[in-house]
């Protein structure tokens, strides 16, 4: 109610205006206690969950600033040994570790709830001297074994979800180490650096608008080695600076009385800069963010091991959003273009590449949000054996709500229906990316990025470093920006000791503006256009940027000046062949031709349930419940086991693909001669394919497989029974 009087609405207002002030630098006093102590802590983290350390990486061989961490579940929470584990990776890109389990609701959470044993891998706030980003990948696989050899029955190797940078360190390791772990989810990850769209994505290119990376070797000098976290924390705080400098501020300040704990919970973890060796944060920079060598394939390690996408055997996701600014979808996906020119190399790698695309959600948020987490991350985590179990190929989860239409719904764990679409590489083209005189201009801004650094090293840096002190890096780390805001409104600063108090009696006499308060309606307007200024602001920014890009890699005697003709071959980022690959497929196809006639019932129903459901636009996790289920119905001596059963999946879908009715025509001989077993066979293949309506050709496809079932084979082969 506003106050008596023609003017009542103004003291009203300001009177709210004032107690909103000090309440809000109450949450700023808290938020730099918390940035205090979670600075003081041995080990700061922002885990929801308690943990036990498994392997600290500090008494590795090469030792390194991370550890491996055991989830202790939640008191009421069952765990199934049965089940592969989980394990988060987070990404160590300036913040702290934890985000992805944050709350209850969280990649963690949800992985927990669905009855997997769960690990993290975390970070120290500082490095180890001397460590590298190949100790630390390293690191990551002797921890992967760790897991896998504490569950070594479990159902399948250790599932890795890898957020944001994480990604890429995840993906060297399963290129180098392509045994030792299961499914890869990549949440929000970058691999194509290059890759975006004009008029957005203008962080690709930051590097070469700065003239490559002799600033990063320039700022790791300043820090006597070490490279602030706290720099990559301002990169992505300047994305967006209408949210950094009002929106964010503005809306603790707005609704102050319910919006301190979640903004203090958050900003515990962002404002927590760890830091990296110069040499980490080099490498990173020059091979990845400008360099852009991984998806091209040009990485080697310290032995000449060549890094290779296309040696990863495990199942890849790919989760990513359009409201991602970044990682944007170009980025997350366009190492498959990079690596393929058709699917069909897809699939004669025997590789299984599915990708999610969230509409709206932004970066942090595939991570941190709730919604997310209760969503698409609980579908990935309860779908994960039927993606392990899919053939080779390309999809797109498509997550779908359940209703009253919906067929079979006792058949679907939660409320969403999770479904693989087969998907070309021409779909992922379609998301847009660079042209050939894009890919020549990211490559001018790499190679002018080599020129640079080479001349800041010969003729600056011996300067530099003989200036370089501890202290002097340490005061310069004091006073950054991104600290220095936390640390100056904390207890420490005198000029904050009234405001608890002061804080606390408003608390008691809190006197709300009501909501209809012209004054209020004012500031709201206010705000709104603050906030379109700097809006108007980062996209004036922004457009410069990428003008100043364009202009100056797209001059033709700039692209000369470092030894690229434009006339020439545009160097685009594909990654060379592998003739040795190339042989071992060949081999692996040479192999299939003798198999059309041999194998067991199992395999003759895997090679049936191929050939139906390829007619289908998606397969969908109801069909894989009813496999399951029938697979659990076996007699424990006869079930294959799930990794066996996936590569007897695989090579029934190859010789599908390399000649179908040679295949389908084969199953007869595949079948045992028994008429009721092979009833029994052709039931089962039935009541999994049977889990929704078949169009029709896939009805068509499964009459031509009943007329195989019901043909009297030439000779038996298998002795596998079905007993259902």
């Known amino acids: 109610m506003t106050a008596p009087g023609p003017f009542g609405f103004i003291e009203e207002y300001w009177l709210d205006a004032w107690q909103r002030s ?18 003081a802590d041995a080990v700061p983290h922002v885990l929801g969950f308690e943990a036990e350390l498994v392997r600290d990486g500090r008494k590795l061989l090469r030792p390194v600033n991370y550890l491996l961490v055991r989830i202790i579940p939640h008191e009421g929470t069952t765990i199934d040994p049965g089940k592969p584990p989980f394990v988060v990776v987070d990404p160590r890109a300036g913040h702290g570790p934890g985000i992805g389990g944050m709350k209850k609701e969280s990649e963690i959470g949800v992985a927990l709830a669905a009855g997997h044993p769960c690990y993290f891998i975390g970070f120290l706030p500082e490095p180890v001297p001397g460590q590298t980003i190949e100790d630390v990948c390293r690191a990551e696989a002797e921890f992967v074994r760790e897991v896998a050899a504490r569950h070594a029955k479990a159902g399948g190797k250790p599932v ?56 990063t070797t ?27 400098h009002w929106t964010k501020p503005y809306n603790v300040y707005s609704k102050v009385d319910t919006e301190g704990p979640r903004f203090l919970d958050f900003e515990t973890w962002w404002g927590s800069p760890v830091l990296l060796n110069a040499g980490e944060m080099q490498w990173i920079a020059d091979n990845l963010f400008v360099g852009n060598k991984l998806s091209a394939g040009a990485l080697r390690s310290q032995n000449g091991l060549r890094i290779d996408l296309r040696n990863i055997r495990s199942p890849i996701i790919v989760f990513c959003s359009w409201g991602d600014n970044i990682t944007p979808p ?4 366009s190492w498959i273009v990079d690596l393929y020119d ?63 239409d919906t067929e079979n719904p006792h058949l679907i764990e939660g409320h969403y229906l999770f479904s693989l679409e087969p998907r070309t590489v021409n779909d992922i083209r379609a998301l847009g990316g660079n042209d050939a005189a894009d890919d020549q201009r990211f490559a001018t801004a790499a190679r002018v990025s080599e020129v640079n650094k080479a001349l800041y090293e010969t003729i600056v840096q011996p300067a530099v470093r003989a200036m370089a002190s501890e202290p002097a890096a340490g005061a310069m780390r004091w006073a950054h920006p991104n600290r220095l805001r936390f640390a100056a409104f904390s207890d420490r600063n005198p000029m904050m000791w009234p405001i608890p108090e002061l804080a606390r009696r408003i608390r008691e006499q809190r006197k709300p503006v009501s909501p209809d308060n012209p004054l209020l ?47 020439g071959e545009s160097p685009g980022r594909r990654t060379e062949r592998d003739l040795v690959r190339e042989a071992s497929e060949a081999r692996r196809r040479a192999d299939l031709e003798e198999r059309f006639e041999s194998g067991t019932p199992v395999d003759a129903a895997l090679r ?17 419940a009813r496999l399951r289920m029938l697979r659990a119905a076996q007699q424990t001596d006869a079930r294959p086991k799930m990794s066996e059963l996936k590569l007897r999946l695989a090579d029934q879908a190859m010789l599908v693909r390399l000649d179908e009715q040679r295949a389908i025509k084969a199953i007869p001989k595949l079948l045992p001669g028994d008429a009721k077993q092979r009833r029994a066979w052709l039931g089962a293949l039935h009541s999994v394919v049977k889990t929704r309506n078949l169009n029709e050709e896939s009805a068509n496809r499964l009459a031509q497989i009943d007329a195989q079932f019901k043909a009297e084979p030439d000779r038996h082969i298998a002795r596998e029974g079905f007993h259902g």
């Open 22 to 39: 000090v309440l809000f630098l109450d949450v700023l006093r808290q938020r730099g206690n918390n940035y205090h102590a979670h600075k």
């Open 160 to 215: 890795i979800i890898a957020n944001c940078q994480a990604g890429w360190q995840t993906m060297i390791v399963a290129a180098a180490e392509p045994d030792i772990a299961g499914p890869i989810l990549l949440a929000g990850s970058p691999l194509s650096y290059w890759a975006g769209v004009r008029g957005k994505n203008p962080l690709r290119y930051l590097g070469g608008v700065l003239g490559g990376t002799w600033l």
């Open 218 to 244: 320039l700022v790791g000098d300043l820090g006597d080695g070490i490279f602030d976290g706290a720099n990559l924390v301002a990169n992505f705080e300047a994305l967006n600076p209408a949210n950094t």
């Open 330 to 333: 170009q980025q997350a996906l």
């Open 342 to 404: 058709h699917e069909r190399e897809i699939v004669a790698n025997g590789q299984t590449i599915v990708y999610c695309l969230h509409q709206s959600i932004g970066h942090l948020g595939i991570f941190v949000s709730g919604k997310v987490a209760s969503k698409e991350h609980r579908e990935f985590v309860s779908s994960m054996d039927m993606i392990d179990l899919m053939p080779p190929g390309l999809y797109e989860a498509v997550i779908t709500g359940v209703d009253e």
């Open 521 to 567: 309606q004012m500031e709201k307007t206010t705000s709104g256009w603050i906030e379109k200024l700097w809006d108007i602001y980062g996209h004036q920014r922004d457009a410069i940027t990428e003008a100043i890009f364009l202009s100056t890699y797209g001059s033709p005697l700039v692209q000369a000046s470092v030894g690229l003709n434009k006339n």
């Open 608 to 624: 049936a349930l191929v050939f139906v459901l390829r007619a289908e636009d998606s397969v969908d996790q109801r069909a894989f």
